[in-house]
């Protein structure tokens, strides 16, 4: 409520003075749970009687409440805690098992690799069109591997439902 009778006395209605505008809408809140002292009720509701934005105020809150209350009612469907659990550690354990079997294999190609190039390109006993052959065919395996890996990572980032259960 604004205006000059603030803190003025009541006539009539509720003892003690107009509750203001700022100390009614803090004491709204406990109004609305049914916290309020029983000797403030009269004055926050003699003041939301007469104050249209304290009473409109009131009126959201009430709203807000009935809403959240509807969330709370809907069901929603029992999650086996455990089960989750055991998913998510699976997930990790296959996760972690993958990326150290990577780095494993990352190792041994680059060791074949470095094996590779000693003793069979730099090599003077062994014929070019032989090196070239095996340089060919290596490279092109690495480039087939990385384009599948490319295309499988971005087949999954884009997978529409990836999401969805089976």
């Not at 509720?14 to 004055?43: F, N």
């Not at 509701?45 to 009430?62: G, K, P, Q, T």
């Not at 052959?133 to 690495?142: D, E, N, R």
Request: hydrophobic share 40%; aromatic share 10%.
């Amino acid at each position: 409520m604004s205006g000059g009778n603030d803190g003025e006395r009541r006539q009539g209605g509720s003892p003690g003075p107009v509750l203001p505008c700022e100390e009614a809408r803090i004491r709204l809140m406990e109004y609305l749970d049914g916290e309020l002292a029983p000797a403030e009720l009269p004055r926050l509701e003699d003041h939301l009687a007469v104050c249209v934005s304290c009473r409109r105020e009131e009126m959201v809150y009430r709203r807000l409440e009935e809403v959240t209350k509807e969330m709370v009612d809907e069901e929603y469907p029992d999650v086996d805690i455990e089960v989750a659990w055991e998913t998510i550690y699976r997930r990790m354990e296959r996760g972690f098992g993958w990326l150290i079997m990577s780095v494993g294999f990352i190792v041994l190609l680059g060791y074949g690799a470095w094996q590779l190039l000693n003793q069979f390109f730099l090599d003077p006993t062994q014929p070019f069109l032989l090196k070239f052959g095996v340089g060919a065919a290596v490279a092109g395996a690495i480039v087939l591997l990385i384009s599948i890996g490319r295309e499988v990572s971005t087949k999954y980032r884009s997978e529409r439902y990836r999401e969805v259960q089976r």
